[in-house]
């Protein structure tokens, strides 16, 4: 292919089957097609649970933190995994499903229950990791998983907490430590890349506000506020979470044959669009950024 292959062309990022079925395929590069079942079946609970189907929940109505913000993640983790794995000794066929597990329900923790009719999921914004985890905890349960597996998929969701140190989470060993990096370097390489990110940053400065997320007092200071975010970001991502970003160079090069990593290059367009649009156009951004119909109606 093309070095000039955009990574959003490479799988229909609205469509969760195409997801799942790209995660299989880069799943099974490297282990039996059986073990892929776990991972399919948490992955059709989530659906039903973002969907409003998973009983006692309500459907998922954040539209930042929506069910593409998880499947973007995990598309993201499943091509880190599957570049590690070219590079290195691979990780158990166990180890890679429990990380893939806990970045299907990192986010769970934004659902409601049934009876919770006030405001939306965003509200818990500031305390969401910890609500994923318990919810994590009794569907590993109900799913007859080990609390090893458990303990391990808590610590990996962790690295995604915005406030939490990597150093302080007592990782079992240096692959699971290595995985809740990819899991927390997923986080961010899959919403900052995705095609309609710039747009979806109205949305999050909503769930900000509803969450009573400080520092944020307008849509305008939030987009500012991002570039800000995206410089600290590159030095999380290269410090805190030791580079394993850059497996995806070895994912792309073995699978498309591109030689670059398609997250970065991305991600910095993106970037370079909206410094561009606040220097140029800061009364208009909302048309600037506009891809997703729905903003038309906000």
């Given at each position: 292919?093309?070095?000039?292959?955009?990574?959003s062309s490479l799988v229909n990022m609205n469509s969760p089957a195409a997801i799942i079925e790209e995660v299989k395929r880069n799943f099974i590069e490297h282990y039996n097609i059986s073990d892929f079942e776990l991972i399919r079946r948490t992955f059709n609970d989530f659906n039903d649970l973002f969907d409003g189907n998973y009983p006692g929940y309500r459907a998922c109505n954040t539209k930042f933190h929506d069910k593409t913000h998880t499947t973007d993640a995990l598309i993201a983790i499943s091509?880190?995994?599957?570049g590690y794995n070219i590079r290195c000794s691979k990780f158990s066929a166990r180890e890679a499903q429990i990380a893939h597990l806990a970045t299907i329900l990192h986010d769970s923790g934004y659902i409601q229950i049934k009876s919770d009719k006030t405001g939306t999921g965003a509200k818990y914004t500031l305390f969401h990791v910890e609500r994923s985890i318990a919810f994590m905890e009794n569907y590993f349960k109900r799913i007859r998983l080990g609390r090893k597996d458990f303990i391990s998929a808590r610590n990996m969701v962790h690295c995604t907490g915005v406030t939490t140190k990597i150093s302080d989470i007592k990782f079992s060993g240096k692959h699971e430590k290595t995985l809740g990096l990819m899991l927390g370097t997923s986080d961010l390489l899959g919403q900052m890349s995705s095609r309609i990110y710039l747009e979806k940053l109205m949305y999050?400065?909503?769930?900000?506000?509803?969450?009573?997320?400080?520092?944020?007092?307008?849509?305008?200071?939030?987009?500012k506020n991002t570039i800000k975010f995206y410089d600290e970001t590159k030095v999380k991502l290269k410090t805190e979470f030791e580079?394993?970003?850059?497996?995806?160079?070895?994912?792309?090069?073995?699978?498309?044959?591109?030689?670059?990593?398609?997250?970065?290059?991305?991600?910095?367009?993106?970037?370079?669009?909206?410094k561009r649009a606040l220097k140029m156009h800061p009364d208009d951004l909302r048309n600037l950024l506009r891809r997703h119909k729905s903003l038309n109606s906000d």
């Open positions: 292919m093309k070095e000039k292959m955009q990574i091509r880190l995994i599957d999050l400065y909503q769930e900000f506000k509803e969450g009573n997320v400080p520092g944020y007092d307008s849509e305008l200071e939030l987009l580079s394993v970003y850059n497996y995806a160079r070895d994912h792309f090069k073995k699978r498309y044959k591109i030689s670059k990593n398609l997250y970065e290059t991305t991600i910095e367009s993106h970037i370079g669009y909206l």
